[in-house]
């Protein structure tokens, strides 16, 4: 059974894509979002970042061709994302969960006003190149199968 066959897989991607269309959704009208949806998308994200990292985690201990693919992709969409060289996914990962908390916590207390700039930038970081590259992926595989 290859990497993306495991039904433990398959049901990690699917339930990425749930949270990555709820956190596109919500962050196209993040500025309309009261108090509690916007703690509501900040919990999604953490969520999807927590679940990208163990799917990350898994590919880079697999033996599996399809799944290496994987982890060469998402190293080279950090880079594509502006990290050095010498950034590591995990630290990547890190890094997106400390952020999400700090504006998390900053709602929580009503003082963060994110400026809609931020908030694509910050989307497109921490969801749109890693998912979406890891599901091209997936696609790909699944229909040369």
């Known amino acids: 059974m290859?990497?993306?066959?495991?039904?433990?897989?398959?049901?990690?991607?699917?339930?990425?894509l749930e949270l990555q269309q709820f956190c596109f959704r919500?962050?196209?009208n993040f500025v309309l979002l009261d108090k509690d949806r916007?703690?509501?998308y900040f919990e999604a994200l953490e969520k999807l970042i927590e679940k990208q990292k163990i799917f990350y985690a898994r590919a880079?201990?697999?033996?599996?061709?399809e799944a290496?693919?994987?982890?060469?992709?998402?190293k080279q969409g950090v880079i594509m994302l502006?990290?050095?060289?010498n950034t590591t996914i995990e630290e990547m990962f890190d890094e997106l969960v400390q952020k999400v908390a700090s504006m998390k916590k900053q709602t929580e207390a009503g003082g963060w006003r994110p400026s809609p700039c931020l908030l694509l930038c910050f989307r497109d970081r921490a969801i749109n190149q890693i998912q979406i590259n890891l599901i091209k992926s997936y696609v790909i595989r699944r229909s040369k199968a």
Not at 2 to 16: A, L, P, R, Y
Not at 68 to 74: A, G, I, L, Y
Not at 82 to 85: E, K, L
């Open 2 to 16: 290859t990497f993306f066959q495991s039904d433990i897989i398959k049901g990690d991607i699917q339930e990425m």
């Open 26 to 28: 919500s962050a196209m």
């Open 38 to 40: 916007k703690l509501e």
């Open 60 to 65: 880079k201990l697999s033996d599996d061709p």
């Open 68 to 74: 290496k693919s994987v982890v060469d992709t998402m």
């Open 82 to 85: 502006g990290a050095t060289p």
